[in-house]
C-alpha cells in the first residue's frame, strides 16, 4: 500500500503562485507514476500534470508554461509549483500514484490518492 499526503493549498490573489507538495509513504519502491489532479466544484476531475520515474513529464494544455511537476526521490515528495495563477485555477487538488507508467496512468485507475489540498484564487 502506498499513502500520499497533499499539502501547500491556500487562497491567492491572481498572478500569484503556490507550491503544493505530495509526502508518500508504505512501499513507494512501487511507484512508477505520480501525477496531480484537480477538481472545481461542478466540474469532472482533471488530470494537470504527471511525472514518470523514467523524467517524463506531461502537463495538460490549460497549465502548460505556468505549472511545473517535480519530484524529490529521497524525500520521497512530490511536487506542483504553480505561477501565474488564474480564477479558473481555483479547484481541490489530489496527488495519485500508479505502479504503471504514465501514459497508461493516464487513461484512468489509478489506485493510490491522497485526500486533497484546497486552493483558491482570488481575482
Known amino acids: 500500500q502506498v499513502q500520499l499526503v497533499e499539502s501547500g493549498g491556500g487562497s491567492v490573489q491572481a498572478g500569484g503562485s503556490l507550491r503544493l507538495s505530495c509526502a508518500a509513504s508504505?512501499?513507494?519502491?512501487?511507484?512508477?507514476?505520480m501525477a496531480w489532479f484537480r477538481q472545481a466544484p461542478g466540474k469532472e476531475r482533471e488530470g494537470v500534470a504527471f511525472?514518470?520515474?523514467?523524467?517524463?513529464?506531461i502537463y495538460a494544455d490549460s497549465v502548460k508554461g505556468r505549472f511545473t511537476i517535480s519530484k524529490d526521490k529521497a524525500k520521497n515528495t512530490l511536487y506542483l509549483q504553480m505561477n501565474s495563477l488564474k480564477p479558473e485555477d481555483t479547484a481541490m487538488y489530489y496527488c495519485?500514484?500508479?505502479?504503471?507508467?504514465?501514459?497508461?496512468?493516464?487513461?484512468?485507475?489509478?489506485?493510490?490518492w491522497g485526500k486533497g489540498t484546497l486552493v483558491t484564487i482570488d481575482s
Open positions: 495519485a500514484a500508479d505502479v504503471r507508467g504514465c501514459y497508461d496512468a493516464k487513461r484512468g485507475g489509478m489506485p493510490y
Open positions: 508504505g512501499y513507494t519502491r512501487s511507484i512508477v507514476c
Open positions: 511525472n514518470n520515474n523514467g523524467g517524463i513529464t
